[in-house]
């Protein structure tokens, strides 16, 4: 069977540079399948190409069987890919329930008649569950930006689910929470893919955190790919210890 992300020789170049750098892999449905590699890797790119946020130089993506490659954010994502971004994107001014119904109209906005009719009801529905699900039900009603900074990541994570996608790309979700905040999100993680059946890539530094979550590991460096394996692989892999020589990380 074909499997549900195939990405083959994808390159990015940006004037002289090479960001992305004939990079390969494939995602089967269900995975939890990690990117690391250390700050300028070409992480973000990767993903801002899979998301047609930019065009790929070289190489091809496909999803689902079919060539998804120069095609357009919002074609991608009505595909069922969406993403979450490196930094908080949530209107801090806005409430929470704001902010899920703006992702939700942003994702139905290719046919406004669907959300004028009944779909509005189920749009509410969903709108709770999806609250619910990432534990803000709570807090719905205060403006996000006033919430935990742990809490506006998910957030984040909320809105992307709203459009209830097959595969998410989650940038560096874990980046500025505490420990707890961290343990709540892994949870959050491994609970789309076990309870909603979504597939993700995840790029993310916190070492212990993507080894502990992810099925497989995609390490790159200044572009290239060193491995593709399971995490206790990939943390034993002279090369990829060699890639993070002179970094602060901690592969316990
Ligand atoms: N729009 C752009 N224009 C020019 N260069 C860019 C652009 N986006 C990224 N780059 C460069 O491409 C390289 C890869 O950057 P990228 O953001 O993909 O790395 P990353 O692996 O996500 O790093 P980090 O872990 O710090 O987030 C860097 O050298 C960066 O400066
Ligand atoms: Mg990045």
């Known amino acids: ?9 994808l390159s990015r170049r940006f004037g002289g540079l090479t960001a992305v750098s004939e990079v390969s892999f494939s995602v089967d449905k269900g995975e939890i399948f990690g990117i690391i590699g250390p700050n300028g890797a070409g992480k973000s790119t990767l993903f801002n190409v899979i998301a047609g946020h930019y065009r790929p130089s070289a190489g091809t993506v496909a999803f689902e069987g079919k060539d998804i490659s120069g095609r357009t954010s ?10 979450t971004f490196q930094a908080v994107n949530v209107f801090t001014q806005h409430t929470a329930e ?6 939700d109209v942003a994702h139905r906005s290719h ?10 009801r189920s749009g509410s529905a969903n709108l709770n569950e999806v609250a619910r699900f990432i534990g803000v039900a709570d807090v719905l009603g205060g403006a996000a930006g006033s919430l935990a900074y742990g809490l506006q990541k998910i957030l984040g994570i909320g809105m992307a689910i709203m459009a209830s996608p097959k595969l998410i790309l989650m940038d560096e979700p874990a980046a500025g929470l505490n420990p707890s905040e961290k343990k709540t999100a892994a949870k ?3 609970r789309l893919r076990d309870e909603r059946g979504i597939t993700i890539l995840l ?3 916190d ?11 995609l390490v790159i460096n200044q572009g290239k790919p060193i491995t593709t394996g399971a995490p206790t692989a ?8 060699e890639a993070y020589l002179g970094e602060e990380y901690e592969f316990a």
């Open 203 to 205: 790029v993310e530094h």
């Open 98 to 103: 704001e902010n899920l119904r703006r992702a």
């Open 111 to 120: 046919n406004p008649f669907a959300y004028i009719s009944e779909r509005n």
């Open 74 to 83: 919002d074609e991608i994502a009505r595909r069922g890919i969406a993403r």
């Open 234 to 241: 990939v943390k034993a892999n002279p090369a990829v210890i």
């Open 188 to 190: 959050l993680i491994r």
């Open 207 to 217: 070492m212990p955190l993507v080894m502990g979550v992810c099925d497989r590991i």
């Open 1 to 9: 069977m074909a499997h549900m992300l195939e990405v083959q020789s």
